[in-house]
């Protein structure tokens, strides 16, 4: 399964010499899927996945590295996030399941695509930290009332379109994983326009979406990062 | 930034020979169609291809940036059309969106045609006569389209640009374009897994990413003036 993402993020590569037979081959196989690309479905393929994408972004790998870990903690909390609030009985109302059904899922293959795609490039995945959804209890009603929970998912989504926007510059000189993050950065302002929709607020704040630097993302993030006990003060 | 202006100044300096004006004014006046039957004699064998064979995007950041100044001024037309008289049995709530979302792209269209100074396309010339103004499913499925297509066309778009001022201001507006489309698709199929469906959103969770040849054609229906985009950067 890694093999394939590989082998899509090498695809998705734009330098001239990355237009291996090899990879285009194995895109053109992926694409027969009809463009719904489903991880378990896919046949295994060469595994020089691996080697390519390291050289397609070989002068910027460390902070390529650095931006994908930061982008796949922010998956990790969304995806966390609602799994805990599908588990939570009562909490989604029947007629809103579909939307966080689907949500959820996009979140966890954002989660595998990065952990793949940072192994891929030569770094190790950070661990998922322990959250604390409740942000250190001031959310405390966030898996019992609806209201609460919809309030951090909109927080939670239009971060995410912020952070993304604000690391894409880091990507610049990797067609591949600039195009990858963009793509997902789409997908999280879709979430964010649904969200914002159930909560009965308009799905934008306005024509331009404003990007947000890393430390601020992790100032808004860090409440919900559960801390070690003996860090904590 | 450099690349910009340089195609910039250079487009400028190109427009101080008084072609382009002596053109536009003589278009203005006589109007495509008399010009085509009467007028060819009397201009420059470059500008007679200029003005019938349609525009060029031009290259580098200038042709991103003008293919997507294209793809703003096909939505903002739209929606101009859609709010100038809405279809019947419109809500309220969606009479509103509808006019924000006409504002955010007149918007867009504005900041890139600001962007690009001297070197943006001409206005283009557009047909919605597929359109069925006065019907909902009509205009929210075109809308929809349009959005989708925006998306990835930006998406695909992003890694053509060099600068990372250009690629920045991409992103501020594409993420626009994806709540409009999850919007749409949300008034179209409420409730749904509709607004990041799986046709639009792949099993890795990323968005459609299409190529200006794909997005072209998409929106070939709904625009008159032809496009040459072959100078674009390529994928």
Not at chain 1, 205 to 230: C, H, N, W, Y
Not at chain 2, 118 to 144: G, Y
Request: glycine content about 10%; charged content about 20%.
């Amino acid at each position: 399964m890694n093999t394939q993402i590989l082998d899509l993020i090498g695809n998705l590569g734009t330098d001239g010499a990355s237009a291996s037979t090899t990879r285009r081959a194995a895109f053109q196989q992926i694409a027969k899927g009809g463009g719904k690309i489903a991880l378990a479905v896919l046949t295994p393929l060469a595994a020089t996945g691996c080697a390519l994408v390291g050289s397609a972004i070989a002068p910027q790998t460390g902070l390529a590295i650095e931006t994908l870990q930061f982008a796949l903690l922010l998956e990790e909390l969304e995806h966390g996030f609602y799994v805990e609030a599908l588990k939570a009985p009562g909490l989604i109302p029947s007629s809103d399941r579909a939307v966080f059904e689907q949500i959820s899922k996009q979140e966890g293959a954002h989660v595998t695509f990065l952990t793949t795609g940072i192994t891929g490039i030569g770094g190790a995945p950070q661990a998922a930290p322990q959250f604390d959804f409740t942000g250190g209890g001031k959310y405390r009603d966030v898996f019992s009332n609806y209201r609460t929970f919809l309030q951090l998912s909109q927080t939670f989504e239009d971060t995410g379109v912020k952070a993304y926007k604000g690391q894409a510059t880091n990507l610049i000189t990797s067609s591949a994983l600039l195009t990858a993050a963009l793509r997902i950065h789409s997908v999280e302002a879709r979430h964010a326009a649904e969200i914002r929709r159930l909560r009965g607020e308009k799905p934008w704040t306005g024509a331009f979406d404003e990007p947000l630097s890393k430390p601020q993302v992790m100032a808004m993030v860090s409440p919900f990062i559960r801390r070690p006990a003996t860090s904590s003060t | 930034m450099d690349e910009l202006k340089t195609a910039i100044q250079s487009s400028a300096a190109h427009g101080s020979d008084g072609f382009a004006v002596r053109r536009r004014s003589f278009l203005k006046f006589a109007g495509a169609t008399i010009l085509a039957t009467t007028a060819a004699g009397l201009i420059p064998r470059q500008l007679w291809a200029q003005a019938t064979a349609g525009v060029n995007l031009g290259s580098g950041d200038v042709g991103v940036l003008n293919y997507a100044y294209a793809l703003e001024q096909l939505e903002a037309a739209f929606y101009t059309k859609v709010t100038a008289s809405f279809y019947s049995g419109i809500n309220s709530r969606e009479r509103q969106y509808l006019t924000e979302i006409r504002d955010h792209e007149v918007a867009h269209r504005s900041f890139l045609k600001g962007a690009l100074g001297a070197a943006a396309i001409p206005n283009l010339q557009v047909d919605f006569r597929t359109v069925n103004f006065s019907s909902r499913q009509s205009v929210l499925t075109t809308a929809k389209t349009f959005e989708d297509t925006g998306v990835g066309a930006y998406n695909g778009a992003g890694q053509l640009l060099r600068d990372p001022n250009h690629l920045l201001a991409a992103g501020r507006i594409v993420s626009v374009e994806a709540r409009h489309a999850a919007m749409l698709r949300d008034l179209l199929a409420p409730r749904s897994a509709a607004f990041a469906g799986d046709d639009i959103v792949d099993g890795f969770g990323l968005g459609a990413v299409m190529r200006p040849s794909e997005v072209l054609h998409v929106v070939a229906p709904y625009i008159r003036t032809p496009i040459n985009a072959d100078n674009l950067p390529k994928a």
